[in-house]
């Protein structure tokens, strides 16, 4: 059973010290992407244990407990993949997914075999929630990864890989559909779109790729593919450095509106 300290975020995962890799302790000033309470199973016993596991850049850790500092051992993920399971009928409770290694079901010089992790949350929500960030890491590198990730790093990859923009190419293709096609829609930014559609276009992106809208696309779903884009940000649009001087210039405006417009940071 979990304990009751699993709140959100919480959940389970497999693993098998034998089969992971030791040698990459996480660097404690790296900030974790998730961290929760999740379930492994070992490969030799088939037993599970719950462990508190960490997701950082390139890796998943896994520890005793969330007050332990030395990993027990980490599933590297770069070249990965990670596969929702569907529940199996006889035990419909088990939110099942797993990691795929590079080479999986190969050997390497130590004789080791790359079997798959196979993983289990403790509900639906919260393994869609780990599978979406771990497919995050897993992409970040090849252009993708760009739902909660800084948009300096965003910036600075789609520099190195196409034309030099202003904002990043979902935001761009985003608004030039819904000033193209929502105008006049009603609702718009208040109605919401297709939860599927947006989920769909939401991992494209992610996996690096460049959905294209056409005149089957819902404007109101690239509305809302764009707000979540927007809220997943690490830092809101307005950065924390510049939040007082925009709540300044808020409190100005009834007062002197071109005082207002020479008060804005011309550089955020």
């Known amino acids: 059973t979990f304990p009751a300290v699993l709140t959100r975020s919480k959940s389970m995962v497999l693993g098998e010290l034998s089969r992971v890799s030791r040698p990459c302790s996480p660097l404690d000033q790296e900030k974790a992407l998730k961290a929760g309470w999740l379930k492994r199973q070992r490969s030799i016993m088939k037993n599970w244990q719950l462990r508190w596991f960490v997701l950082r850049t390139e890796a998943l850790y ?18 990965s993949q990670v596969n929702e399971l569907p529940a199996h009928q006889d035990e419909p409770g088990r939110h099942l997914f797993e990691i795929v290694p590079g080479g999986a079901g190969e050997k390497d010089r130590t004789g080791i075999s ?26 970040a590198p090849l252009g993708g990864g760009v739902f909660g990730q800084h948009l300096e790093e965003t910036m600075l990859y789609e520099a190195q890989c196409g034309p ?5 190419v979902l935001v761009e293709q985003c608004v030039c559909f819904i000033r193209e096609n929502g105008l006049k829609e009603e609702g718009l930014f208040r109605a919401p779109g297709q939860t599927n559609h947006v989920r769909e276009l939401q991992d494209a992106f992610d996996r690096g790729e460049k959905p294209v809208f056409d005149s089957t696309t819902d404007v109101h779903t690239v509305a ?12 809101p649009i307005i950065p924390f450095s510049k939040y007082t001087q925009f709540l300044s210039c808020a409190q100005l405006l009834n007062k002197d509106k071109e005082m207002v417009l020479r008060y804005l940071p011309i550089s955020l």
């Not at 992790?117 to 897993?138: K, T, Y």
Request: with cysteine.
């Open 62 to 79: 896994f520890y005793k407990d969330q007050d332990e500092t030395k990993a027990q051992g980490c599933i590297p993920l770069q070249g």
């Open 114 to 139: 790359h079997e798959s992790f196979l993983l289990m949350a403790n509900s639906q929500s919260d393994m869609e929630e780990w599978v979406r960030a771990i497919r995050r890491v897993i992409w």
């Open 224 to 235: 809302s593919l764009l707000k979540l884009y927007i809220r997943e940000l690490p830092e």
């Open 164 to 168: 030099q923009r202003l904002v990043p």
